[in-house]
T-cell receptor, first 113, second 116 residues
Framework: DGGITQSPKYLFRKEGQNVTLSCEQNLNHDAMYWYRQDPGQGLRLIYYSQIVNDFQKGDIAEGYSVSREKKESFPLTVTSAQKNPTAFYLC????????????FGSGTRLTVV | AQKVTQAQTEISVVEKEDVTLDCVYETRDTTYYLFWYKQPPSGELVFLIRRNSFDEQNEISGRYSWNFQKSTSSFNFTITASQVVDSAVYFCALSEAQSGYSTLTFGKGTMLLVSP
């Protein structure tokens, strides 16, 4: 079945460490996105990518980095520069044109300990 | 810039009551898409509906119905005869189709609690 796989489901990080969240899709979608969710804040866009080897900052990109070396993969690195990384992270993909077809992964819950 | 406002942070109802979740949006585009998603406690987002800006017909799907009014920039969601399984966070979202990219802008969500 086509879909998006995010791993791991739960992730614990020590302060000062970088951590990478995985996102893989087999939907042949051109566009991929990373959102962050905090209680009462809704989902906020971190980064998005329309094509391979190209990506754009979203509303809250500071302290994060991404890569898009393959169409299927869009990993997100939470760096030590991110001051408050504890959150729920959702990856999504879409065909790339406006109008939807968005598919979301099941999310990764990151906790800094 | 696009914006979605869900003024209701939390709503509590008793089973079988009808409940309406409000959504107001702002956009400069004439072509856009509106969405509703459900997020149960497990965290995944469940797609409920997509509506484009040229289709103002109301839609009904079982106990769910949506009222799209461009004149008031609103896209409200009504659950009829609510059930405990409807308890979740509901998000309204907007995608602009003419801006060259199609990111989703979400409201902050409304938590719906349905008690037996």
């Amino acid at each position: 079945d086509g879909g998006i796989t995010q791993s791991p489901k739960y992730l614990f990080r020590k302060e000062g460490q970088n951590v990478t969240l995985s996102c893989e899709q087999n939907l042949n979608h051109d566009a991929m996105y990373w959102y962050r969710q905090d209680p009462g804040q809704g989902l906020r866009l971190i980064y998005y990518s329309q094509i391979v080897n190209d990506f754009q900052k979203g509303d809250i990109a500071e302290g994060y980095s991404v890569s898009r070396e393959k169409k299927e993969s869009f990993p997100l690195t939470v760096t030590s520069a991110q001051k408050n990384p504890t959150a729920f992270y959702l990856c999504a993909s879409s065909p790339g044109t406006g109008g939807g077809g968005y598919t979301f992964g099941s999310g990764t819950r990151l906790t800094v300990v | 810039a696009q914006k979605v406002t869900q003024a209701q942070t939390e709503i509590s109802v008793v089973e079988k009551e009808d409940v309406t979740l409000d959504c107001v949006y702002e956009t400069r585009d004439t072509t856009y898409y509106l969405f509703w998603y459900k997020q149960p406690p497990s965290g995944e987002l469940v797609f409920l509906i997509r509506r484009n800006s040229f289709d103002e017909q109301n839609e009904i799907s079982g106990r769910y119905s949506w009222n799209f009014q461009k004149s008031t920039s609103s896209f409200n969601f009504t659950i009829t005869a609510s059930q405990v399984v409807d308890s979740a966070v509901y998000f309204c979202a907007l995608s602009e189709a003419q801006s060259g990219y199609s990111t989703l802008t979400f409201g902050k969500g409304t938590m719906l609690l349905v008690s037996p």
